[in-house]
């Protein structure tokens, strides 16, 4: 089984417009609001913004690292797997989750999302089977 199979996202909209998103029925981690109090998470979907970007971070790289601690020592040119899909990320999910709606993300899908990313972006595969190398059993 690979690592991603057994996550499970949920994003739940709670009262006063305030959004929750769950991995496998726990808190997701807000990397760019650590700070964020049990009411408000900081995580946003339907748009573009603080919020969304927010969740486009903390979700992949949850799916990419696990319970790991963030390394922030990296430099552009040796980026981390998660930072090569954020932006189709936001793109193919964030944003077009509409901001009212609660959903549900599978490891799985967003792997299969990943296969369907243009060859051409080389880096975002390199960086995939880098960290996801391909089992001689499938």
């Known amino acids: ?52 970007n927010a969740l486009a971070h903390s979700l992949l790289f949850d799916f990419f690292e696990g319970d790991d601690e963030l390394d922030t020592s990296w430099e552009w040119g040796n980026k981390p797997p998660w930072i090569h899909f954020w932006m189709p990320f936001l793109d193919w999910f ?24 243009p060859e051409y972006d080389f880096a975002a595969w390199e960086a995939y089977i880098q960290h996801y190398p391909p089992s001689d059993s499938r």
């Not at 417009?17 to 998470?41: F, I, M």
């Not at 964030?94 to 990313?117: K, M, N």
């Open 1 to 52: 089984m690979s690592p991603y199979q057994s996550k499970v996202y949920q994003g739940k909209v709670v009262p006063h417009h305030n959004y929750q998103v769950l991995v496998n029925g726990e808190r997701l981690r807000n990397l760019s609001y650590p700070s964020a109090d049990s009411e408000d998470s900081g995580f946003a979907w339907g748009y573009g913004g603080g919020g969304p």
């Open 94 to 117: 964030v944003r077009s989750t509409p901001q009212e709606s609660e959903w549900t993300l599978t490891g799985d899908e967003i792997a299969e999302w990943i296969a369907t990313l």
